[in-house]
Structures are given as C-alpha cells and as structure tokens.
C-alpha cells in the first residue's frame, strides 16, 4: 500500500486553494492558510472573512467579494462556480476563502466537485471551524465525559430558507447540538426539542462573532430560546445540551457590582 503524502504548497499556475478562514481572528488562521494568501494572484472570498484576514494577500492580488448578506448572494452559486473555472483556466493562482472550515456548511464541497469534474486542482486547507472557535471563546467543552458523548452539526436554514430535521434524534441524550445560521429560527429549534424530549431546562448557549471584537455571549435554558436570541445578528452560533452550562460568560462591571464583587 502507497502511504498518500500531503500536499506541499506549491505556486504553481491554474490551481484553486480551497482555504478556511476560520471564525474571524487573524490568529486563528492556519499557517497554511496565511501562505497560501500571500501567495495569492486572486483571493474569492466570501463575506463572512475577516478585513484581518483578507488583509494578508499581497495588496496587489485581486480581491473579488462573492458573499452572502441576508440570505442573498452577491453571485449565484453557479456563477461563482463558473468563475473559479475561468480564473484557473487563465493560468491564476487562485485562492478560493470562506468563513471558518470551507468543507463544513460551507459549500466548499459543491465547489470542489465543480473544480475536479472541470479538470482543475484543487487543494482544500481546513480551517478552525465556528463550533469550535464560539465553543472555544465560551469556555464551552464540546464533549464531556459526564455530559456529552456526541457532537452534533447542523444547519438551522435549509437551502429554501426552511428550517427540517431528524427532530427525535436530535432531541436524544448525550448529545451537544451546535446550530449553524440557526438565528432566525431560533424559536422553532426551541419548541421542537421540547416536543420531542428535550428537558425545557437544558441548557443552552449563544455566540455572537465568536472571536471578534463584538463577541457577545448569552447563555440560558431551551424554552427561553428565542427569547436569548432577540437582537442578536448573524453570524451567532447556538450550543445547546448539558455542557452548555459550563460556559463562562464574561461579567460586566454593573452585574458584578449586584452580586455584591
Ligand atoms: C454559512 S455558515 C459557514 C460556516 C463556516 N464554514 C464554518 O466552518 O464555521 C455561517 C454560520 O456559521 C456560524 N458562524 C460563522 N462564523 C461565526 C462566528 N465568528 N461567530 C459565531 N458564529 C459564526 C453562524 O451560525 C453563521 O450563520
């Protein structure tokens, strides 16, 4: 049996980087990654990637914004498909950027299939995915030997914008159940975990721009939930099962004060 050896960066014309970003800080950004940006002719990244991050490509690379605001593309996913195709095929060194790991929820995977099937290599370097860079900034262990035996991703919005899941496996025990684009369905999430066997007291966490200058946690019980979630804004990740009460939520000044610090 051939041992497969990894794949050495090598600047070579007409191939596609599929790069991780990570959550937002610079400092979590792989080495890898930040090679690989600096070495970059043309950066397509999507909105969720940090000023800090995209700042590492030559400030002569071209930088061409394809992101996502409010559930509406900048380009169609079939365009940016297309475009990646046409950048390699001109001989670029294309380094193609998303959010956090671009292989989870991240469409990296459609791209990637795109990418073989038109004959271009492809490279994928994971990144610090939000599960555990938000887990991370919480103080939230994602598995526990006493609390959670299994972790669970899941997408809170389906490609229609609807929000569909397996709801009685979900809803089993010694689970940690990490929502991504969960935000505005929050309410569902909550209801239908109760229905289906969730104690209303498990606890929960939300994380607001995970390790960025506006991190915001709030951590809380399912059934209150939504009422958690009200004027928090994407991106917001939501963790919900018994390790979630673990987390160490900054105290501000005023609070401290009540708690009589
Ligand atoms: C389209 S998904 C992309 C996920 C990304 N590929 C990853 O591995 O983290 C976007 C969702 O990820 C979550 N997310 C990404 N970055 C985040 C951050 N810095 N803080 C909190 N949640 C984040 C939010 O739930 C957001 O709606």
Not at 158 to 176: Q, V
Not at 237 to 261: K, R, T, Y
Request: with cysteine.
């Amino acid at each position: 049996m051939v041992a497969r050896q990894p794949i050495r960066f090598i600047a070579e014309p007409g191939q596609v980087w599929l790069v991780g970003a990570g959550p937002g800080d610079p400092g979590l950004l792989t080495l890898k990654a930040a090679e690989c940006l600096a070495r970059a002719e043309v950066v397509v990244h999507d909105r969720l990637v940090s000023p800090a991050v995209l700042a590492k490509a030559p400030p002569g690379a071209e930088r061409i914004d394809v992101g996502k605001a409010c559930g509406r593309h900048t380009l169609s996913q079939e365009n940016i498909n297309r475009l990646l195709v046409r950048l390699a095929r001109q001989g670029r060194n294309v380094v193609r950027l998303k959010g956090g790991d671009p292989l989870i929820f991240g469409r990296g995977g459609e791209e990637l299939e795109v990418l073989r099937k038109a004959g271009i290599a492809c490279h994928v370097v994971p990144g610090v995915t939000a599960a555990a860079a938000c887990a991370a900034a919480a103080g939230i262990p994602l598995t526990h030997r006493e609390h959670a035996q299994a972790l669970v991703l899941v997408t809170g919005t389906r490609s229609d914008g609807s929000l569909e899941c397996d709801w009685p496996a979900l809803a089993g025990s010694g689970l940690t159940r990490v929502f991504y684009m969960g935000l505005q369905h929050a309410a569902q999430i909550s209801r239908e975990l109760c229905e289906h066997g969730c104690a209303a007291d498990t606890p929960v966490a939300l994380v607001q721009q995970g390790s960025l200058p506006g991190q915001t946690i709030r951590v809380g019980r399912l059934d209150r939930l939504a009422e958690l979630a009200e004027g928090l804004r994407p991106p917001t990740l939501l963790v919900i099962g018994e390790v979630a009460a673990l987390a160490e939520v900054p105290v501000s000044p005023v609070a401290a004060e009540a708690e009589g610090f």
